[in-house]
């Protein structure tokens, strides 16, 4: 989709009513949804983090998104697909404002050149006691993106209709940290499998830009 286009159809994204968990479900297995029911009290003192789901037009002025590939490392999130973002630092005015210093300093967009049009629904993240504000912003230049190397394996453009399309969401068996080897819905976006919080973040995106387009 050409991002003009695109552009004129994100005027009108803020005022439409957050899906939340209508969205966010679908993409978790059912033992997820009891598990929260379960952990309202733990996400009152769980660490905040912001992450940022960014459109671009890419060099054909088409519209992508950016999602990172994280390093392989001893933690819950190792060698997954995600958002660029990361924890609320003492310096952070806000959640907002730590989804796009991280940004930056994960894939090199700088500062100035994103606009956040609106907030989403927030997930909690049991394994890392994590509870996450995703935003949705855009860059109207194309960004010349620079990966952190300590942290990102790898900077993927999704191509915004290559997102959009149904055939792209799988079941896929992964190893989770609450159960080994067990089946769950996710998105094969360039042959990548996102599943789990991201996920549940695309997936509210996805029903949101659906109702725009």
Known sequence: ??????????????????PAQASQFKMVPPFRQELLKQQ???????????????????TNQEAHLVLILRKTYHGVHSAQVGFPGGKLEAHDVS?????????????????????????LSEVYIPPS?????????????????VKQDDEVEAIIEVALSHFLDDANIITQRVNTSYSVD??????????YVVWGATAMMLSEIKDLLKQLM
């Open 182 to 191: 067990v089946e769950v819905p996710a998105f094969k976006l360039n042959n």
């Open 95 to 119: 959640l907002e404002a730590a989804a796009i210093r991280e940004t930056y300093e994960e894939v090199g967009v700088p500062i100035q050149q994103v606009e956040v049009l609106r907030g």
């Open 40 to 58: 309202e009290e733990a996400i009152k003192t769980a660490r905040r983090a912001g992450v940022l789901a960014l459109f671009y037009p890419n």
């Open 129 to 145: 006691n994590f509870y996450v504000h995703p935003f949705i912003g855009i860059s109207k230049e194309t960004p010349q993106f």
């Open 1 to 18: 989709m050409n991002f003009d286009d695109f552009l004129i159809a994100l005027s009108k994204i803020k005022n439409i009513p957050l």
